[in-house]
């Protein structure tokens, strides 16, 4: 998978991308990720990409010209691409969107700055994305969180060390509570199924955890999740309060809102 991300700070990227994971994945050509400096694509001596709001207020809006130039550019020398605005007006990320990002074989990605980007540009994109309801400075960490997550998505990028059909949400549930050693720490203890060697033992008991995880803080996502006739008792289990965990009290934590 081939991703280019256009951008006034590309030297922001490299030490997010070029380690761990996503580093290894480049280097064996699972990822590619190219860094555009928007500044390149300016016509003017020097090299603007902002200018003042029409209709006057505070902050700057990034000049259409550059970015356009800057897609037109990059598809003309690497190809046609999926062209992604990070802006906090965009469809917020999930595992889906990750899901659907991942089937592109060429990104391109254009991080704002300032009060936001010229709205003619949303001609010239295919898609608007937020990574969450909130702002940050620029698009700069929204498009490294797109990078990472779809890398994660690409067969071989993780290989064995992790699995990304465990993570929380790949499919739809959030993930339950992992252990390594010590066995015993302070008093707490790493629940013996997982330590017994007993395979369908273990699944069954992180599915039956996955569950009450999600039930607890995401209560939600338990509608829109594929529940098998087991996983419906579960829950139902939780619901009356029969599950041990559920009857011994001993909630997980939440957001700490
Ligand atoms: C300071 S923000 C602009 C915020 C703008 N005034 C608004 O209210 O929408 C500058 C840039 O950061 C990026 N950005 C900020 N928050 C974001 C978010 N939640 N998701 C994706 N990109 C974001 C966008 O590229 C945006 O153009």
Redesign the pocket.
Same mark, same amino acid.
């Given at each position: 998978m081939e991703i280019h991300i256009l951008s006034i700070f590309p030297e922001m990227f490299a030490s997010v991308l070029d380690e761990s994971i996503l580093g290894r994945a480049q280097s064996r050509r699972l990822l590619q990720v190219y860094t555009h400096n928007l500044r390149d694509f300016t016509q003017d001596r020097h090299r603007v990409t902002d200018d003042m709001p029409y209709g006057g207020g505070p902050?700057m809006v990034?000049k259409p010209e550059p970015i356009v130039a800057g897609i037109r550019a990059v598809q003309e020398r690497f190809g046609p691409s999926y062209v992604v +605005? +990070? =802006? #906090?007006?965009?469809n917020v990320l999930n595992q889906e969107r990750v899901k659907h990002f991942a089937r592109m074989e060429r990104l391109l990605l254009?991080?704002?700055?300032? =009060?936001?980007?010229d709205a003619r540009v949303t001609h010239y994109i295919d898609a608007e +994305? =937020?990574?969450?309801?909130?702002? +940050?400075?620029?698009?700069e960490i #929204?498009a490294m969180v797109l990078v990472d997550t779809v890398a994660r998505m690409i067969p071989e990028v993780i290989g064995d060390a992790q699995s990304a059909e465990e993570d929380s949400l790949f499919r739809g549930l959030l993930q339950g509570p992992v252990y390594t050693r010590p066995v015993e720490f302070e008093t707490l203890c790493v629940p013996d199924v997982l330590r017994s060697g007993n395979h369908a033992a273990v699944a069954k008991w992180r599915r039956q955890h996955a569950l009450l995880t999600t039930w607890q803080r995401r209560p939600e996502l338990l509608q829109a999740a594929s529940l098998s006739v087991e996983d419906r008792a579960m829950v139902n289990e939780f619901e009356r309060g029969e599950f041990p965990e559920v009857r011994a009290g001993s909630g997980t934590k939440g957001d700490g809102g």
């Open positions: 902050g990034m +605005l +990070l =802006s #906090p007006q965009g254009i991080c704002g700055r300032y =009060s936001g980007v +994305l =937020s990574i969450g309801d909130y702002v +940050l400075t620029g698009g #929204p």
